[in-house]
């Protein structure tokens, strides 16, 4: 019997409905995935919460969801700040130990406020670095789309093992096990993002294997290999979670040789959209591939009609990958998630995308992301997307600082392509990668690496911290 058996007779101990919903605190551990199937089978809703989380953020989110069971789980779910938060904590052999009574600030239920059900749901909670904080509801009908979809595109055969260290929080980091699952792979989890170094080991002792990047953890990876290492036991390389640069392509096919590297475009909202074939990965630096089977896109534009193919617009998704919507926020479902006449749900991503002449998928810039610089507004990502044509950048972040006057200034944090480029390097080389003066960085700091999250993501509006040899532009 495995552990999601014994969870789900413990869970149906726990006065617990259909629809009802269980938070599960913790981190990258083998026990999520086996208590997702036991919450699943007994269709109550799991909400998934990472214990590096501020205090602060996670009473919001069990609050927002209304969890009527909080459970802690894996070595830091069950030791970490956030014990005082938790319920009961998941035992290895799958029993719940219960840590007293529930707390009574999350006796009352909340309601989804969704039209669809929501039991076997899937709520994944965003970290609110970029805004409030959102609840995106994925039903099990999506989960098993998306996984066998994703699966079958990635070419994964039983007997590859995927190497994760992304956390199950990160929609991104969750389906690893979904996959693992689906096709037969061996899981070999990495307990956070951040440990770079035991990533690195872990693809050295690894065989056939799978390894899920973002880019910024996938720069941070190249920086921390020697010079001209190769790993041709890694067979299948997924990228996604923001812009690459010309160099960091560049040093991901030499890594891996043997590797299908795939460059994929996704928001948790409809888990997947598109991906770039791997033959294309050198080729179309910047491209999100075209659409995987099941999924339509269109670039609309402000009056909801489909532009021309080179004409920016929203992309818009429809497909089975679309989820529910946003847990107890049905203004913002009802903008995002919109019924066409015929019942078809349609998901606006707030994305800026064009369609190059090929039918390939090109981003742009979010539509929340804009800036205010010189009188302008602009976006700090297409901006970023044009200076990571530079040969000489790994990884780069862009903030804006303001100097003695109040005057907005942009700054970049960059991780350059080898530790003989200087500042002064990039600097003219981005001269030659900008479509408008005004867009250059005024300040270029070269770093070592960039501050990442669980998700392995940067970390928003972190300050850059220089390398002891690098200087200011």
């Given at each position: 019997m495995d552990m999601s058996d014994s969870l789900a007779r413990a869970l149906s101990k726990q006065n617990l409905q259909p629809g009802d919903v269980v938070a599960a605190v913790g981190d990258n551990s083998v026990e999520i995935w086996a208590l997702l199937k036991a919450t699943t089978s007994l269709g109550l809703a799991i909400a998934i919460i990472n214990d590096s989380w501020s205090a602060r953020l996670?009473?919001?989110?069990?609050?927002?969801?209304?969890?009527?069971?909080?459970i802690g789980y894996g070595p830091r779910g069950r030791q970490s700040a956030a014990a005082n938060q938790v319920d009961c904590r998941l035992a290895e052999d799958g029993s719940l130990a219960s840590e007293g009574e529930r707390q009574a600030a999350r006796a009352a239920r909340v309601s989804s406020q969704l039209e669809g059900s929501v039991e076997g749901a899937l709520i994944f909670c965003t970290s609110g670095s970029t805004g409030d904080p959102k609840c995106v509801v994925s039903t099990p009908r999506n989960r098993e789309f998306s996984a066998l979809t994703i699966g079958n595109y990635l070419g994964l055969t039983e007997g590859q093992c995927v190497i994760n260290a992304l956390s199950p929080s990160f929609d991104y980091g969750l389906y690893q096990g979904l996959l693992a699952g689906r096709f037969g792979l061996g899981m070999d989890l990495v307990r956070s993002a951040q440990m770079t170094g035991e990533l690195l080991e872990?693809?050295?002792?690894?065989?056939?294997?799978?390894?899920?990047?973002?880019?910024?953890?996938?720069?941070?990876?190249?920086?921390?290999?020697p010079a001209g290492e190769r790993f041709p036991n890694v067979e299948i390389v997924s990228l996604t979670g923001g812009a690459t640069s010309a160099g960091l392509r560049q040093k991901l096919a030499a890594a891996f040789p043997s590797a299908k590297i795939f460059a994929m475009y996704g928001l948790t909202e409809c888990k997947r959209v598109a991906y770039l074939d791997p033959a294309e990965f050198l080729q179309r630096t910047y491209s999100c591939g075209r659409e995987m089977a099941g999924v339509t896109a269109e670039i609309v534009g402000e009056d909801g009609n489909p532009v021309e193919p080179g004409t920016v617009g929203e992309l818009t998704i429809e497909g089975e990958n679309v989820c529910l919507g946003y847990w107890g926020d049905p203004e913002t479902t009802r903008k995002r998630f919109r019924k066409a006449a015929d019942g078809r749900v349609v998901l606006f991503t707030g994305d800026r995308f064009r369609r190059d002449k090929d039918g390939f998928l090109e981003f742009i810039s979010r539509n929340d992301e804009l800036v205010k610089l010189r009188d302008e507004r602009v976006s700090l990502a297409s901006i970023e997307k044009e200076l990571r044509t530079s040969g000489l950048v790994l990884d780069l972040s862009l903030r804006i600082e303001e100097d003695d006057l109040g005057i907005p200034l942009i700054t970049a944090a960059v991780v350059p392509e080898n530790p003989s480029i200087s500042s002064g390097d990039v600097l003219r080389s981005f001269r030659e990668c900008i479509s408008k003066p005004g867009h250059l960085p005024?300040?270029?700091v070269l770093v070592n690496e960039i501050a990442i999250t669980e998700h392995g993501k940067h970390v928003a509006g972190a300050p850059p911290q220089p390398a002891p040899q690098d200087f200011a532009a």
């Open positions: 996670r009473n919001l989110l069990l609050a927002k969801v209304g969890a009527q069971l909080v872990r693809i050295r002792k690894g065989r056939r294997i799978v390894l899920p990047l973002t880019p910024a953890l996938a720069a941070r990876l190249c920086r921390g290999m005024h300040r270029v």
